[in-house]
């Protein structure tokens, strides 16, 4: 049936949604057995999600379109495959973990739809196929995100949920003007069409600025981060492990789908690459900087994801300044290990989190040891974000320095060092966090830890292993994101 | 695959194999220290079948997957990668057997952790040294640094946790600029193989880029071949147990960064291209520094294994400046150097381990005597500490001599005059311990080594002898370092280091062996005062031959700190301040909104102007 082809780039954003509902209803059926009836149908339809998007798979240069209102189109091209499965795998993991870790609290059934909901939001940015597609979803992501950071409702949630709300809201005005005007001068709203549009020149750098600045919030990037810190590490963990590892990179893909109307490379209308690049590397050594004198560990991780999205967009930003394909492929493939690798850590700080009633890093001293599940996965963790072969952290690291040595003369000579020299600054608190909870002079009895906790993260450390040591596997996903960025859809 | 690809791949992955099986075994002693043993025994098997087709010129050569064109996980089985498998697998095998009598005798905790590390760790080495490309190396490379982690903090003591702490940082933070380095090469030249004589895709890079590609290369290896001043973490990591102390802090882990410096002079930028960047005085420059350096730091420790770690730092700077000279005699003597000084340096942390198993006794001032009562032990010591010094015939008289000959044939004479010099000085560190050990009167209530750590001990000081006077050995060690040489250069230098001596090898030999007489007639004469004056003659001794030089090298170590404290200062500073502007007021936090946007407007206005 022709008709229900074409609608597939919509089944995902029907199974989430769907499925919010259903998880909704799930929890009503019963009082006692209601939590795990809908933290079931989560995973359920998460996992359903995903392999939804594994069925859209690789588009290749006619990608499925779905325009089911006006011009408001769905379009499954290959970075917003690559963002759906990413968002839904992880997803799917976090709800995995969330069936145990939110086990007792009351607003589980509210809790798992909010998940369902912050995944649709994050599939349909990579899915929506034009600027007011793009903004809806970003904000639904927005919103649901709210209110999972103040869901567990203590001051300093509310507190945190509350910074969130106004910033972000605040960036989404900022970039929703940007859009205006981008459709002011194009005269359409789809990503493709514009892409092909000629604008005034003043009207797109007022625009390109706005989006830059809007979505930047976002995604963090520096000096627009203040909010992050205060957010992930109020959320619940799991909530912690999307927001670092998928939401804000969201931020930034809905960010980068926007600025793509400009032009990549040598056919960009005017420079905006060169500027992303260096917000990148103000980023990086910020977020490195902070991270290294947290004492929260949850916070620390926090930090260390604005320094990572600052690795990422560095990525981004030589890829568009320059159209250097391995650039692109840096930014997306660290987008996929850092979604691994921070959601992981931030699965198993929750583990540490829940056991030992602390998120004090001199507190848990040792307590790697008597949890070695969670210690020995938040090492491979840390050593993966650091960039230590042989997790994938190495490779996507090797292709942005090489992508921004292919910038050419003292300008990648600069970047590359600045993200060289970021990595080994990080390791100024990667380490001391990873050995000290691994130290053995603390209490040495093992405390039993759940299978439904340690299952999830331990397949994250695999993937992350696995990705690499068999990148192909990754890169089938990555390369043809990777092209859409380039231009060649 | 061939059945000799397949004897590659089982060499690098028969160790990690091993890993899984001491895990399942960590509860059975013995069957566990058999499985380590027959690893090691099998790594060796397999590592010297290789040999005869690295011979032919058709090494082994194994594919595991590719990322991107020219960027690999590859391993081929070259000689100078055989050289170093070769030796670090056959002295895993003598210090497995050490490790039995070392463990057992000392009833550490955690024994099948240090196991499952240690084979971890040799099936890394054995990665770094067969990798094919500077990309598989720098995977195993990590990976060594990673596995060597548990091992540095084996005895879990805050002073352990420092110095793993210490050791994690260094090290990753070198695997880093080797990753910069690899980067900046594979990103203009687009290729990372190894390739005898430098790979030909190099020499597209412009010079800047080459430059920063010599330097971050060698500054990262810099880090484990322990190039003052990135030293710091060696002497710190010898709170380790003495058999990882000796196989990875003088063999293994070390000689892997030694490794990687020749791998990337000789077989990835190539010689050529090496002085084209201007690295070679530096090279140069920074290993002459090392080596004197180091020894003065060895003279004034009184730890028996940190006079050794010192002397490591020394000894490894003797491969770098080797390599650092480019000429065929001195890549003979480095590559050689690798296997004599891993020969003797274990000998002599064999014998340190035995003394404190049997007597406890870890300090220098503490050794009067006990060598008639240890005979053996402290007789391989005494092989290995003549050995070290450089007097003939034995193996580190044989890589000197080539050094040597390098040097002269750089026309770098002041680099013969550093090399003297440091062999002066390895005897006045090393000798005293053997004087004091079998001239001084001491205790009677000690024993000798128990057999399992005797036994490791003589065998490697009768490596130190059959590596001097063996050099003719077919396929042997010498073989292949010269093997390594014509690799490079196409000639061999010098068949036979006996054969033709020039006037100023005998000179050399001549200064050798009459300093040797001397400071053997001095501390002879030392070692048999009455007790009481000892320490005071001693001491005279030291403080009049080289008192400038010791109040030279305390206020070189106290520059070295103050500049790394320096540093970390800056570092956590900046931190701090950065901390500080992080502020919890919402009203501040839009500021940071209105400064971004204040800014991205100003950056697009400029690229319309």
């Known amino acids: 049936m022709p008709l229900a082809w074409n609608a597939l780039p919509a089944l995902p954003l029907l199974l989430l949604g769907g499925g919010a509902i259903a998880t909704f209803l799930a929890g009503r059926v019963s009082r006692t057995r209601g939590g795990d009836a809908s933290a079931a149908t989560a995973c359920l339809f998460l996992g359903l999600a995903f392999v939804s998007f594994l069925l859209l798979g690789d588009p290749g240069g006619n990608p499925a379109t779905y325009a089911p209102v006006g011009e408001a189109t769905l379009r499954a091209d290959g970075l917003g495959v690559f963002l759906g499965l990413v968002a839904t795998g992880l997803g799917a993991v976090v709800a995995a973990y969330s069936f145990v870790y939110m086990r007792g609290h009351p607003g589980r059934p509210t809790y798992a739809a909010l998940l369902l909901l912050l995944v649709a939001g994050l599939a349909g940015i990579g899915l929506a196929g034009d ?34 709300l106004v910033m972000s809201a605040a960036g989404s005005l900022v970039a929703l003007v940007g859009i205006g005007l981008a459709y002011l001068a194009g005269g359409t709203l789809d990503l493709g069409a514009l892409a092909g549009t ?34 992930h590490a109020a959320a619940p963990s799991g909530i912690s492990a999307m927001l670092s590892g998928i939401v804000i990179q969201g931020g930034l893909l809905a960010m980068v789908r926007a600025l793509a109307v400009f032009g990549v490379g040598s056919t960009a209308a005017f420079s905006y690459g060169l500027l992303l690049a260096f917000l990148a590397v103000l980023t990086m050594t910020v977020g490195n900087l902070i991270a290294m004198h947290q004492r929260d560990i949850k916070r620390m991780l926090a930090y260390s994801s604005i320094a990572q999205m600052g690795y990422i967009l560095l990525g981004f930003g030589i890829g568009f ?36 009633g602390t998120r004090d890093l001199t507190a848990l001293r040792g307590a790697g040891r008597r949890m070695p599940a969670a210690g020995l996965s938040f090492a491979v963790f840390a050593l993966g974000l650091a960039g230590v072969p042989p997790t994938a952290g190495f490779l996507s690291k090797l292709f942005l320095a090489t992508g921004a040595v292919q910038a050419g003369g003292a300008l990648g000579v600069f970047l590359v060092v600045a993200l060289i020299a970021n990595s080994i600054l990080s390791l100024a608190y990667y380490v001391p966090a990873m050995t000290g909870l691994l130290a053995g002079d603390g209490p040495k009895e093992r405390t039993r830890t759940s299978w439904g906790l340690t299952v999830p993260v331990v397949v994250l450390v695999g993937l992350v292993f696995l990705f690499g040591m068999w990148p192909d596997l990754a890169l089938r996903v990555v390369d043809p994101a990777v092209r859409v960025l380039l231009g060649g859809g | 695959m061939t059945p000799q690809d397949l004897t590659l791949l089982l060499a690098v992955f028969v160790p990690f194999l091993a890993v899984p099986g001491i895990a399942l075994l960590r509860r059975r002693p013995n069957p566990r220290e058999a499985v380590s043993l027959g690893a090691s025994v099998a790594t060796f098997a397999l590592a010297s079948v290789l040999l005869p087709g690295a011979f032919a010129g058709s090494p082994a050569t194994v594919e595991l997957f590719t990322v991107a064109p020219g960027l690999s996980l590859s391993l081929r089985a070259d000689l100078l990668g055989l050289l170093f498998a070769t030796v670090a697998s056959f002295l895993w095998i003598l210090t497995t057997v050490y490790s039995l009598g070392y463990m057992r005798a000392l009833r550490e905790h955690a024994q099948a952790r240090y196991y499952l590390c240690f084979a971890s760790v040799m099936g890394a080495t054995m990665g770094v040294a067969l990798s094919a490309s500077l990309f598989s190396l720098l995977i195993f490379y990590e990976v060594l640094t990673i596995s060597t982690y548990p091992l540095v903090i084996h005895e879990e003591t805050e002073e352990a946790y420092r110095a793993g702490r210490k050791y994690l940082a260094y090290t990753l933070g070198g695997g880093g600029a080797i990753l910069a380095g690899l980067a900046i090469a594979y990103g203009l030249g687009g290729d990372t193989g190894f390739v005898a004589g430098g790979n030909p895709a190099l020499a597209a890079l412009p010079l800047p880029a080459l430059q920063a590609v010599a330097f971050l290369l060698i500054a990262g290896f810099g880090v484990k071949a322990t190039l003052v001043p990135l030293h710091g973490w060696l002497p710190s990591a010898m709170v380790a147990p003495t058999p990882v102390s000796g196989l990875l802090h003088a063999v293994a882990v070390v000689k892997a960064g030694v490794f990687g410096i020749l791998r990337t002079l000789f077989f990835f930028l190539g010689p050529g291209l090496v002085i084209a960047s201007g690295a070679q005085p530096v090279l140069l420059v920074v290993a002459a520094i090392t080596i004197l350096a180091a020894s003065l730091f060895a003279l004034v420790q009184d730890n028996f294994k940190l006079r050794l770690a010192y002397s490591t730092v020394s000894q490894l700077s003797y491969v770098v400046l080797g390599a650092a000279l480019l000429t065929p005699a001195a890549l003979l003597g480095a590559s050689y150097h690798i296997a004599a000084h891993g020969f003797a340096k274990l000998t002599m942390f064999f014998v340190a381990g035995a003394v404190a198993v049997e007597t406890g006794k870890t300090r220098v001032s503490e050794f009067d005597g006990i060598g008639r009562r240890m005979p053996g032990t402290m007789a391989a010591f005494a092989v290995a500490a003549v ?33 003297l010099t440091s062999s002066v000085l390895n005897m006045m560190y090393f000798f005293p311990i053997v004087t004091r050990a079998f001239l ?23 490596g130190v002898i059959l590596l001097g006077v063996g050099i003719g050995l077919p396929s042997g060690p010498f073989a292949v370092a010269e093997g390594v040489v014509g690799g490079v250069y196409g000639v061999v230098p010098y068949g036979d280091v006996y054969a033709s001596w020039s006037a100023e090898r005998l000179v050399e030999v001549l200064f050798v062996v009459a300093a040797a007489a001397v400071v053997l007639a001095v501390l002879t004469r030392e070692a048999r005062m009455p007790r009481e004056r000892i320490g005071k003659n001693l001491e005279r001794l030291y403080v009049v031959a080289p008192l400038g030089l010791l109040s030279a090298s305390r206020g070189l170590a106290r520059v070295f700190a103050a500049v790394y404290d320096g540093f970390l200062a800056a570092v956590t500073g900046a931190g701090r301040a950065a901390r500080r502007l992080q502020t919890g007021d919402l009203n501040w936090n839009s500021v940071g909104l209105a400064l971004a946007l204040v800014a991205v407007f100003l950056w697009l206005l400029l690229e319309v102007v």
């Not at chain 1, 793009?134 to 910074?163: D, W």
């Not at chain 1, 997306?332 to 959601?343: E, Q, R, S, T």
């Open chain 1, 198 to 231: 000629a604008m005034p020149r003043e009207i797109a750098l007022l625009s390109a600025g706005l989006l830059i600045a809007g979505f930047g919030v976002k995604a963090a990037i520096v000096p627009m981060h203040t909010w992050l810190p205060d957010a």
């Open chain 2, 440 to 462: 001084a009167g001491g205790p009677v209530d000690v024993r000798e080594a128990r057999r399992t750590l005797k036994a490791p001990v003589l065998l490697t000081a009768a």
């Open chain 2, 387 to 419: 050995a070290l010094a450089g007097l003939p015939p034995l193996a580190p008289f044989v890589s000197k001599g080539f050094l040597a000959s390098g040097a002269w044939e750089a026309n770098q004479a002041i680099l013969v005059l550093v090399l």
């Open chain 1, 131 to 164: 600027l007011f597609n793009l903004y809806a979803f970003f904000e639904l992501m927005a919103l649901s995100s709210y209110a999972l950071v103040a869901f567990h409702r203590t001051p300093e949630a509310v507190e945190a949920g509350m910074k969130y």
């Open chain 1, 321 to 356: 300044e320059f159209g250097i394909a391995i650039a692109f492929a840096g930014a997306v493939f660290h987008i996929l290990n850092h979604a691994l690798m921070k959601g992981g850590a931030f699965l198993a700080a929750g583990m540490l989190q829940q056991r030992f």
